[in-house]
């Protein structure tokens, strides 16, 4: 069997490989690269300063993917394998969307939208959907699943098209474009009004200091609705962010983006590894970094330690439920945010292109690319303590707002106070993957800062805000 054929399943790589680690470790697919947008509109420094200082829009068009439910049956479905509560759901409303393994690990999070009464959008990364997608072929329920993938798939006009505006100057914005009607919704609740002649919802993130809004609406009708938001908000200082710039948004608000999905190792999940294949991320993803184990589990998240606890229903059987119950009477880890040394990352990167700067003649340091510094689809990098390893930093970047390198990370309980100094190896050893340059391993100091890091850290007079998360 040929890993490159795409017909080959999720399950059957796994045993020519050896196992889903040596699988994982071997693939030379790099970091997830977000379609459809230019790396830079302008440059990515002020992109990413314009969520905090003025206005930013974020693209969501072209690299979410999106699942359909339409059916009575839907929530009584979405109940089998959602952790959170779901028995008050109403229409124009949006929730936080949780799905946990057998084992109680965590698979994958999104939005889910109610946008009809037997109608709901799921929209995020493609875990949740192909799980559900896997699902609804084989549930008795009275539900019909359609899926859309994004553009990394293949670039063909989708459902809707999705923006976002973040910033201190998006509800400015977003009255002038609406002429001053924008609806009074709550957090998370759906908005529908006119921009330019055209119907437009909008998703009320609560996540901001100031409102913001995630707007979306017919493919075919973008055009003019972008037009007349980028013709208003030009002295507002609105700034289209780019690829760049987008990948930095998740650790300013402490949303963990694609942890990788439990669902290499759980017996029960043996018939949805044979269903997937080559065509699904799951299945030709690649993981890096420094943490090294034969067991595809330490790389796995639980929901509550990525701080979704609050929103599980413990009242109702779900998969995984007394797995995750474990979890919550035994927790171990919590999340935060890792701020990087500055030194140490300045000497990364020196070590790494300059012969006279590396402490080892013979091999560079890993590089380390600005802003966003992963290699790999799912990146797991050990974070020490006196040389034992007592946690794992997930997806980093460099803050134009915080000026540092940041990543999000979980740790165990005892090194999870702010202010904490532990050490990040950085590199990968004895890698497998062609995509990663010989080097030495290199350790960075760190520091723990809270989660979310924007609002307890950064600090500007009297506009202190958090930016909500560009899933």
Avoid: C
């Avoid at 000026?403 to 999000?408: A, F, K, L, N, R």
């Avoid at 100094?421 to 890698?431: H, N, Q, R, V």
């Avoid at 979310?452 to 805000?465: A, E, H, L, R, T």
């Amino acid at each position: 069997m040929n890993h490159a054929d795409p017909h080959a399943s999720l399950a059957a790589r796994i045993t020519e490989a050896g196992g889903a680690v040596p699988l994982l470790r071997g693939s030379n697919l790099g970091p997830y690269v977000f379609p459809g947008i230019p790396a830079e509109y302008t440059n990515w420094r002020d992109e990413v300063r314009a969520w905090k200082d003025s206005v930013a829009l974020l693209e969501q068009s072209y690299h979410m993917t999106e699942l359909h439910l339409e059916g009575p049956g839907a929530i009584a479905f979405l109940k089998e394998f959602a952790v959170n509560k779901l028995d008050t759901f109403p229409v124009m409303r949006a929730k936080q969307l949780v799905l946990a393994a057998p084992d109680g690990n965590l698979i994958a999070d999104a939005i889910i939208f109610h946008e009809e009464e037997h109608f709901y959008r799921i929209v995020g990364a493609p875990f949740a959907s192909d799980w559900l997608l896997y699902n609804a072929e084989n549930t008795q329920h009275e539900v019909k699943a359609t899926k859309f993938d994004n553009w990394s798939a293949g670039v063909v006009p989708r459902d809707v098209y999705r923006i976002q505006l973040q910033g201190p100057n998006a509800m400015e914005l977003m009255m002038r474009v609406t002429g001053g009607n924008v609806p009074e919704v709550r957090f998370f609740g759906i908005g529908e009004f006119q921009i330019a002649g055209k119907t437009v919802r909008g998703l009320r993130h609560g996540m901001a200091g100031t409102p913001g809004f995630e707007l979306y609406g017919p493919w075919d009708e973008q055009t003019e609705v972008r037009a007349a938001i980028e013709e208003a908000g030009a002295d507002l200082g609105l700034r289209k962010a780019g690829s760049l710039a987008y990948s930095t948004t998740a650790q300013e608000s402490g949303w963990m983006p694609m942890p990788l999905p439990a669902i290499y190792s759980a017996p029960e999940l043996q018939e949805y590894r044979e269903w997937l294949n080559g065509y699904y991320l799951e299945s030709i993803g690649s993981l890096g970094g420094s943490l090294v184990s034969e067991d595809v589990a330490d790389y796995y998240v639980d929901p509550i330690e990525v701080g979704y606890g609050n929103l599980i229903d413990w009242d109702r059987e779900f998969m995984g439920r007394d797995a995750l119950l474990a979890k919550r009477d035994n927790q171990r880890r919590t999340k935060v945010t890792l701020e990087w040394n500055d030194e140490d990352v300045a000497g990364i990167i020196a070590a790494s292109l300059f012969t006279g700067a590396r402490e080892d003649a013979e091999k560079p340091a890993r590089y380390l690319a600005l802003p966003s510094p992963m290699y790999a689809t799912f990146e797991s990098d050990a974070v020490r303590s006196d040389g034992r390893t007592v946690g794992v930093s997930q997806w980093n970047s460099y803050s134009a707002n915080g000026g540092h390198v940041i990543s999000t990370a979980v740790v165990d309980l005892e090194f999870a106070k702010p202010g904490t100094d532990l050490t990040l190896l950085w590199g990968e050893p004895d890698t497998r993957r062609a995509t990663v340059d010989d080097h030495a391993m290199r350790e960075i100091r760190v520091r723990v800062a809270p989660s979310p890091y924007f609002d307890k850290v950064i600090k500007s007079g009297d506009n202190d805000q958090v930016v909500a998360a560009a899933r």
